[in-house]
């Protein structure tokens, strides 16, 4: 069964500096995708990034990348230059190819930008 | 409106009364998802849809019915709600394959008392 682990609950971060949000996963099908979601106070669900599992290059979307160790089945969200606005729960999750339905999400992390 | 809406966004209801969750999506989206998310807690996959008539369990889909006569619609049943649905309830569309990414509605925020 598939499975997505996020080790912190909360996290704090200086305003303007980067700050990795971890995500482990586990999973038998060899092929699979990676993404990690915002949500903030509001409530709603904010797709931020994409990973496949055999992309060779760490995907990256404007301030967002994701560090993709697949020997580790990791697949950290980095941010960096933190701003107040991305003070939020950040969600990593998981969806097969073999079975694009079965989708998993991670407890979440609670990140908070200290001004 | 193009997206996906749900409705109702907020519901009270009381324990043993059959309540329904709707979800509409306006892309042809062939897949559909209900999660619940419970108070500090992470996504938890209900039901699930392929395509139309095509429906499967998540994760947690004890106490719940779901049913899919057109594409763009995606009700959710709970049959009997207990105080332990209380929960935000979010339905999400994608297109059919993992690499893509799934939109999410706003949310419904229901409480069983």
């Known amino acids: 069964a598939q499975k997505i682990t996020q080790t912190q609950p909360g996290m704090f971060v200086q305003e303007k500096e980067a700050v990795t949000l971890d995500c482990t996963y586990d999973t038998s099908d060899p092929s699979y995708g990676l993404f990690w979601y915002k949500q903030p106070s509001s409530g709603e669900m904010i797709f931020l990034i994409y990973?496949?599992?055999?992309?060779?290059q760490n995907a990256t979307e404007g301030r967002y990348s994701l560090n993709f160790q697949k020997a580790r089945k990791s697949a950290n969200l980095v941010i960096s230059a933190s701003q107040l606005g991305d003070s939020a729960m950040y969600f990593c999750a998981m969806r097969e190819v073999t079975n694009a339905g079965k989708s998993t999400f991670g407890d979440g992390t609670t990140l908070t930008v200290k001004p | 409106d193009a997206g996906i809406t749900q409705s109702p966004r907020y519901k009270i209801t009381e324990t043993g009364r059959q309540v329904t969750l709707m979800c509409h999506q306006t892309?042809?989206?062939?897949?559909m998802f209900w999660y619940r998310q419970d108070l500090g807690h992470g996504l938890r996959l209900i039901y699930y849809s392929a395509a139309a008539d095509i429906t499967d369990k998540g994760e947690v889909p004890d106490g719940y019915v779901v049913s899919r006569s057109k594409t763009e619609n995606f009700p959710l049943t709970l049959e009997s709600a207990t105080r332990s649905q209380t929960s935000v309830y979010f339905c999400?569309?994608?297109?059919?394959?993992?690499?893509?990414?799934?939109?999410f509605g706003p949310g419904t925020r229901l409480t069983v008392t």
């Open positions: 999400a569309s994608s297109v059919a394959r993992s690499a893509y990414e799934q939109y």
């Open positions: 990973q496949g599992s055999y992309d060779q």
């Open positions: 892309w042809s989206h062939s897949y």
